[in-house]
T-cell receptor, first 116, second 112 residues
Framework: SAVISQKPSRDICQRGTSLTIQCQVD?????MFWYRQQPGQSLTLIAT?????????ESGFVIDKFPISRPNLTFSTLTVSNMSPEDSSIYLC?????????????FGSGTRLTVV | SQKIEQNSEALNIQEGKTATLTCNYT??????LQWYRQDPGRGPVFLLL?????KEKRKERLKVTFDTTLKQSLFHITASQPADSATYLC???????????FGAGTRLFVKA
């Protein structure tokens, strides 16, 4: 399975600023997924990032707030823009590995963001 | 809307016993169901996938059942160990995949 290096692991940021989270995968993958997980809550998909095209955002998430870059098949960034305390959460990137009907998702270790 | 329910209360069991976690879902007909383990401060780790046409799947001390009539999956850890203490998430996917929805997870504590 793939190995994902995600950074930073945590950060404390001032409201109104932006933070960029990076994920590096040790193999080439077509799609990368960005999730948000608030304490005690399930993972919520923010967007799906394909190399060479714009990311596809889920309902409730917009590109201006969460711009995503996907410059190649092993790397992606998620920026949390103009942050407010409501953006405090854990952010995770993920890739799908395995075959068509026998697969799983590999996750980065997460970025714990606190906005003050 | 699609909904996954996992027991929000933590499960406390004694070492050596079998832990059984439940995942119920509504308004969904998943083709695949997955279980993940998540430790504090870490991302989820994939454990098992079971397909809709499979009733049961095993991997070492893990056993998963998938009842599409009851809309329920059971996740069993036999001969549980303190190292099994973690949060366990179930996740569902439709036939096309790539639209996985996750439950909030159940916290398991195994006491020595």
């Amino acid at each position: 399975s793939a190995v994902i290096s995600q950074k930073p692991s945590r950060d404390i940021c001032q409201r109104g600023t932006s933070l960029t989270i990076q994920c590096q995968v040790d193999s080439q993958v077509t799609m990368m997924f960005w999730y948000r997980q608030q304490p005690g809550q399930s993972l919520t998909l923010i967007a799906t990032a394909n190399q060479g095209s714009e990311a596809t955002y889920e309902s409730g998430f917009v590109i201006d707030k969460f711009p995503i870059s996907r410059p190649n098949l092993t790397f992606s960034t998620l920026t949390v823009s103009n942050m407010s305390p409501e953006d405090s959460s854990i952010y995770l990137c993920s890739v799908r590995t395995g075959g068509l009907s026998n697969y799983g998702y590999t996750f980065g270790s997460g970025t714990r963001l606190t906005v003050v | 809307s699609q909904k996954i329910e996992q027991n929000s209360e933590a499960l406390n069991i004694q070492e050596g016993k079998t832990a059984t976690l439940t995942c119920n879902y509504t308004n969904y007909s998943p083709a695949y169901l997955q279980w993940y383990r998540q430790d504090p401060g870490r991302g989820p780790v994939f454990l098992l996938l079971i397909r809709e046409n499979e009733k049961e799947k095993r991997k070492e001390r893990l056993k998963v059942t998938f009842d599409t009539t009851l809309k329920q999956s059971l996740f069993h850890i036999t001969a549980s160990q303190p190292a099994d203490s973690a949060t366990y998430l179930c996740a569902l996917d439709g036939a096309g995949g790539f639209k996985t929805i996750f439950g909030a997870g159940t916290r398991l504590f195994v006491k020595a």
